[in-house]
């Protein structure tokens, strides 16, 4: 009810990520890295700090955070809903049968709930307005708050960036929040990969700040260079790593199978290794090779043949699985409709609809152009239609959502008698229930000698 009503009455600030309707982590990647592309173009240096506020939830004000909710204009009823979920807590240590005194808890809103991380979002938005720079962008996820600017010199940005935590620091303090200087991470990211790593630093408060060559955002390892390598290399390695636990586990209870590992391959590894991959998609195939390594180990596991003599495009076939290069578009293709189709209040919408060449949003926005073009099939089904993202194991781009079971099994027919299976390739997932609703979806990947072309030819 409360999250509903920040949604439609817009209360979040547009550089709000976490724990906001149909937001995510994903976002908040493409926000950072759309700003660093924006500055690489125009050959300047971009330096991103990452601090997290210390005991966030345990350290909220109630009777602050109750006056903000006024001065949000959040309805009375929520309030007061709220105010009596906060007060009046108390807590207590018990262990080995022996239980200590009872004690009243005056800060802090309850970890584990589904209403504290929205009530957290309404305690910190104060925070972008109050620090407001023009030479600063903020993103705000949750308790990680990322400081970024660009300018000629990484000097430069270090100055402005700790003028900013020395004003971050006071106005935290007034809400009862802080955070650890010694674990702020900092990146300067330059444009010429042939140039020497900066090694600007920075000192606030006695400790000194000094910059990586790369850091972990949200799950995502951003480089000094934005070459997305180390994330991708370190994505296939854990992927490796946990294919082998995987393994394990279904050997020791006589499970391993193809089929077993191929769901678990799709379902556990996939997701993990492709995380925002719309972000880093568009990196050389020469990028992608420890990912590629990873699928056919997998493949080779499952089907208990030799890495060495048999052809990853071979296995592929056979298990009817995606190149690692066109599911990483097909993901692209998935973010770019989902923003599409969710520009109201979206964080990303203004960005979106009018990027900047160059940057992750016009490659977005230009696969939508490309999709919605008048000789698509799909074209009115995307300008009029609802769309949900269907994940894996499915192998479909969109979906669209019929209700009538028999409807979409007949159009699915019809679909499957046009389709000359010696010239396209089908990628199609059977109808399949969501909201209690069929999707069903096609897409066609032809080939024309060397160049393949993928198209989403209908959704049924």
């Not at 990520?17 to 890295?33: M, N, Q, T």
């Not at 490659?363 to 919605?372: A, G, R, Y």
Request: a positive charge.
């Amino acid at each position: 009810m409360l999250s509903k009503e920040c949604h439609c009455k817009q209360i979040f600030h547009q550089q709000q990520f976490g724990f906001r309707r149909g937001v995510s982590a994903e976002d908040a990647h493409l926000y950072l890295i759309y700003k660093i592309q924006q500055a690489k173009k125009k050959g300047l240096i971009t330096t991103a700090t990452f601090v997290d506020i210390r005991k966030a939830f345990d350290s909220v004000n109630r009777e602050l955070l109750i006056q903000k909710m006024h001065q949000l204009k959040i309805s009375t009823n929520i309030i007061d809903i709220v105010n009596d979920f906060c007060v009046e807590r108390t807590a207590f240590v018990s262990l080995n049968g022996h239980t200590s005194l009872i004690r009243k808890i005056d800060y802090g809103i309850p970890q584990g709930s589904a209403l504290s991380p929205v009530l957290f979002n309404l305690y910190v938005r104060s925070v972008l307005d109050e620090t407001k720079n023009k030479h600063i962008d903020i993103i705000l996820y949750a308790d990680d708050i990322t400081i970024i600017t660009s300018s000629t010199k990484a000097k430069i940005n270090t100055r402005r960036i700790k003028s900013y935590l020395k004003n971050l620091v006071v106005i935290l303090e007034k809400m009862n929040l802080g955070f650890q200087v010694d674990k702020t991470e900092m990146i300067h990211i330059q444009s010429n990969t042939k140039n020497k790593s900066l090694t600007n630093s920075m000192t606030l408060n006695g400790y000194t700040i000094v910059p990586s060559r790369k850091v972990k955002y949200l799950g995502l390892i951003i480089d000094e260079f934005l070459t997305f390598k180390p994330h991708i290399q370190q994505t296939a390695k854990n992927g490796t790593r946990y294919l082998a636990y995987l393994k394990n586990i279904l050997r020791k209870n006589g499970m391993l199978n193809a089929n077993m590992m191929l769901q678990l391959y799709r379902t556990m590894i996939i997701p993990r290794t492709d995380l925002s991959a719309c972000v880093w998609a568009n990196v050389t195939k020469a990028a992608l090779k420890p990912l590629m390594k990873l699928q056919k180990l997998t493949l080779a596991t499952a089907l208990g043949t030799s890495r060495q003599t048999v052809a990853l495009s071979s296995l592929e076939v056979f298990c009817n699985l995606l190149r690692v290069y066109f599911r990483l578009m097909r993901r692209q293709m998935i973010k770019a409709i989902t923003l599409h189709s969710r520009l109201l209040y979206h964080p990303l919408s203004a960005l979106f609809e009018k990027p900047e060449k160059g940057t992750i949003f016009a490659k977005l926005k230009e696969i939508i152009s490309t999709v919605s073009s008048d000789n698509n099939p799909m074209s009115e089904l995307i300008k009029h239609s609802e769309m949900h993202v269907l994940f894996e194991p499915c192998a479909t781009a969109v979906d669209v959502i019929i209700s009538n079971d028999e409807l979409a099994l007949n159009e699915e027919q019809e679909l499957l008698e046009k389709i000359d299976n010696t010239t396209m390739l089908l990628i199609y997932t059977d109808a399949s229930k969501q909201h209690d609703e069929v999707a069903a979806a096609v897409t066609i990947m032809t080939k024309a000698g060397d160049e393949i072309r993928w198209r989403i030819m209908a959704c049924i």
